[in-house]
């Protein structure tokens, strides 16, 4: 039973790593088509053309919707691996090591939107502003209340790091079916581990959400832009630390 429980984990690994190589390279090709709309309304600014006119606020509305489909798909893909493995997400082998390393319950932390607003988005509106620090607010307390909970998980079942554990588990399944030392706390840990994961990802998905609300069309373009390059350029860091440490 347990060779056949991890046989199927390892099947999801290899199927969402596939997975997410296609999604790269469609992150790289969305990167492309916010760039050519960044530049376009950035030399029309200079000649006092805006955005609404030219390409129109249709087009921008329509990139915007195609984004956001972007990242969803990933993250049902991804809901499918916590549900079958929760530890595969939080210790995911088809990110870098380096890339690991930025990780808060297997994902991005919700807080950097914030930072990722106020650095590329430009000049917001009063109501804006007002929004955006509420959002901000409810998001930090969130963000404590699951960083509390995954320590008590821990702390409840006397357990290391989590992410050692993590990392104890994927030996395990590397091993064809083995059964560990670690088997019994993996057990323990799964249940209320993908619970607080789970959260992690709404928490993730509803604050992106809602900081495109609160921006306009073009705002959300340069925002989806600063995502993905923040992206692309950690990945490309740690594949190439990774080609170097070869």
């Known amino acids: 039973m347990a060779e056949s ?6 099947d999801s690994m290899v199927l969402f790593g596939r997975f997410f190589q296609g999604w790269m390279l469609s992150q790289e090709q969305y990167l492309d088509e916010v760039l050519a709309m960044e530049q376009w309304n950035s030399g029309n600014d200079r ?7 030219g390409i129109g606020e249709k087009v921008v509305t329509d990139l915007v919707s195609r984004l956001l489909t972007h990242y969803q798909l990933y993250y049902e893909e991804k809901s499918r691996v916590v549900e079958r493995d929760v530890f595969v997400v939080l210790s995911p082998p088809w ?4 890339e690991r390393t930025f990780l808060w319950v297997g994902g991005f932390k919700p807080g950097l939107a914030f930072r990722i607003v106020d650095a590329a988005v430009g000049e917001l509106s009063v109501e804006q502003r007002k929004r955006m620090s509420l959002l901000q ?6 963000e404590r209340a699951l960083s509390d909970e995954l320590a008590r998980i821990q702390e409840s079942v ?8 993590a ?13 560990s030392g670690c088997e ?7 249940s209320g581990l993908e619970a607080v994961v789970k959260n992690a990802e709404l928490l993730r998905t509803t604050t992106a959400l809602k900081v495109v609300d609160i921006l306009t069309p073009f705002q959300s373009v340069r925002f989806f832009g600063a995502v993905g390059r923040l992206h692309m350029k950690i990945r490309t860091w740690g594949l190439q630390r990774n080609t170097e440490e070869d």
């Open 5 to 10: 429980s991890n046989n199927n984990n390892n």
């Open 47 to 53: 000649i006092g053309i805006g955005i609404g006119i």
């Open 95 to 98: 990110l870098t090591p380096l």
């Open 137 to 142: 607010e409810e998001t930090r307390t969130e």
């Open 158 to 165: 006397a357990a290391p790091p989590l992410m050692a554990v």
């Open 167 to 179: 990392r104890l588990a994927g030996k395990r399944r590397r091993r064809d079916g083995e059964i």
């Open 184 to 190: 019994n706390l993996t057990e323990l840990l799964s």
